[in-house]
T-cell receptor, first 110, second 117 residues
């Protein structure tokens, strides 16, 4: 099974950069997803990593290190609408389930 | 528009009164899943389905049933709801199952907020 750990909450200023970390333990890593979830709404897909390195998508980038069991999501030029919970989810070989972390709440202040 | 729909969006009911939450997707996805989300616990999978007539338990299946008679629909059934099933429920679908190895994001429905008194 998977064990996924994310810090719970952070506050950042509009225009700043914030890094959200996710560590995981799994017996057969097969991909990591990042989702954004606004309060009371459905999660929406942000990024996917299966190989080591950085994936960049506009203001959002995601990094993966399989040897360290570690990923981070980098949010640049923070906007007020980025206030949300950010969930990482790990997929494991031979397992038909996607295991989600508890999420990291980011609060953007003016 | 490609989407996952759930009904109802909000429901208040009483202990023991059977209910069904419907889920439908129009993307011809094989894989469908139900999650519940509770404060401090994150998203936990209840049941999933690999395809029509193929369902299996997730991490927290007790007190729930599902069926997959058609590819597009995956209803969640609570035969005898209890207060500990008060939660926010999400249905999700993806083109292929996680084991396919392909990049396959899950698309989530808007959620159903259930309160059991």
């Amino acid at each position: 099974g998977q064990n996924i750990d994310q810090p719970t909450e952070m506050t950042a200023t509009e225009g700043a950069i914030v890094q959200i970390n996710c560590t995981y333990q799994t017996s057969g890593f097969n991909g990591l997803f990042w989702y954004q979830q606004h309060a009371g709404e459905a999660p929406t897909f942000l990024s996917y990593n299966v190989l080591d390195g950085l994936e960049e998508k506009g203001r959002f980038s995601s990094f993966l290190s399989r040897s360290k069991g570690y990923s981070y999501l980098l949010l640049k030029e923070l906007q007020m609408k980025d206030s949300a919970s950010y969930l990482c989810a790990v997929r494991e070989w031979g397992n038909n389930r996607l295991a989600f972390g508890k999420g990291n709440q980011v609060v953007v202040i003016p | 528009e490609a989407q996952v729909t759930q009904n109802p969006r909000y429901l208040i009911t009483v202990t023991g009164k059977k209910l069904t939450v419907t889920c439908s997707q129009n993307m011809n996805h094989e894989y469908m899943s139900w999650y519940r989300q509770d404060p401090g616990l994150g998203l936990r999978q209840i049941y999933y389905s690999m395809n029509v007539e193929v369902t299996d338990k997730g991490d927290v299946p007790e007190g729930y049933k599902v069926s997959r008679k058609e590819k597009r629909n995956f209803p969640l059934i609570l035969e005898s709801p209890s207060p500990n099933q008060t939660s926010l429920y999400f249905c999700a679908s993806s083109l292929t199952p996680p084991t396919s190895g392909a990049y396959n994001e899950q698309f989530f429905g808007p959620g159903t907020r259930l309160t059991v008194l």
